[in-house]
């Protein structure tokens, strides 16, 4: 099987949230060094 | 028109869109629910054609809804739907079902799904599965990469198979998990890459990684392939791991991430849950790493008091 297209946006837009979440957790923990 | 209401409207009228030969009182329109992941209902259309035997399609009904909802064009929805319909109609004599209890004619096509134990626990009742701490490796036969299956690429074109299925097939649940692997690593072919490279970020200095299959599409069930973890471990060292999704898993290497971070991504985790995740999609609320030495699953327990052993071994 393959992902739809529709599949495939919610699959970008889920990571892209993942990414800027996770970037945030490593920014605040790089200003507290 | 509210959801309910759309369903009903497609129940009384579908049959007027149809080609003007089913325009009788022998065609049957049915609206039914079935049953996905996470015990999540969506609603589907069948057509049952006078005395036609055979396999009938089921169409999906939410994506219709989500577009009239955009469009408020219930007439251009009702054609697509049907139009839809008779498309797929057309493709499902390729088909037999009768197939699916052939075990010598699916073998080829069984793969590995993951899923969320506790969230499936009564379909898992009659599925066989193997625990893998809280998350529970399922098979499935995969009808569009079958020499029997129709293309079908972009449809739910699986069949889970049940308990029922196995007994005729005559294999034990090893055997079945054994074959699911095999088959899923020639079909999906895993995939380790940066989630910046995968969202094409600018920045190339990934510290986050996405593991799953070059389809990305139920993806999160490579982590069982044989030598996968050693792989990571090999290129990451140790990780924690975030069931983003059925379809990947995130992985962020415990160099860059404290034990108390954990506590943060499981945060993260439930809160894109919530907001970015389909609840058929959705695969697990518990942060976890890998125990090389046992080769099992552990999941990282909140405020980190303790972690967690699990009973099967990948």
């Known amino acids: 099987m393959k992902p739809t297209e529709k599949e495939k946006q919610r699959t970008m837009r889920r990571l892209e949230l993942y990414l800027k979440k996770i970037q945030e957790v490593l920014g605040k923990k790089e200003e507290g060094k | ?314």
């Open chain 2, 1 to 314: 028109m509210s959801y309910e209401e759309f369903l009903d409207y497609v129940k009384e009228h579908l049959k007027n869109y149809l080609p003007i030969v089913h325009q009788v009182d022998s065609t049957e329109i049915q609206v039914v629910p079935v049953t996905k992941n996470n015990n999540t209902n969506q609603y589907a259309v069948v057509i049952k054609f006078g005395n036609v035997n055979g396999a009938l399609p089921m169409l999906y009904l939410d994506t219709y809804y989500q577009q009239y909802k955009e469009s408020q064009n219930i007439d251009f929805i009702m054609h697509s739907i049907a139009a839809k319909y008779m498309y797929s109609l057309e493709q499902v004599p390729e088909f037999d079902f009768k197939q699916l209890m052939d075990y010598e004619a699916v073998k080829d096509y069984i793969i590995v799904a993951l899923v969320n134990t506790e969230s499936n626990r009564e379909q898992l009742k009659t599925i066989p599965h193997q625990d893998i701490g809280g998350l529970s490796a399922i098979y499935k036969i995969d009808i569009t990469h079958s020499h029997f299956g129709p293309d079908m690429d972009g449809y739910d074109a699986t069949v889970t198979i049940k308990s029922e299925m196995l007994e005729k097939f005559e294999i034990t649940e090893e055997e079945l998990h054994q074959v699911a692997l095999q088959n899923s690593q020639r079909i999906y072919p895993p995939m380790l890459k940066g989630l910046k490279a995968i969202v094409q970020d600018p920045e190339k200095d990934d510290r986050i990684y996405v593991l799953t299959n070059t389809q990305i599409w139920q993806g999160a069930a490579v982590i069982l392939y044989p030598g996968v973890m050693e792989h990571v471990q090999s290129c990451l060292g140790d990780v924690y791991i975030i069931p983003s999704s059925v379809h990947e898993l995130l992985l962020v290497p415990k160099s860059e991430f404290s034990i108390e971070d954990a506590d943060t991504l499981r945060e993260i985790l439930c809160e894109v849950n919530q907001i970015a995740v389909e609840p058929q999609e959705v695969l697990g609320t518990e942060i976890y790493t890998y125990n090389s030495e046992l080769k099992q699953l552990q999941v990282i327990e909140p405020k980190q008091t303790q972690i967690k052993n699990k009973p099967r071994s990948l």
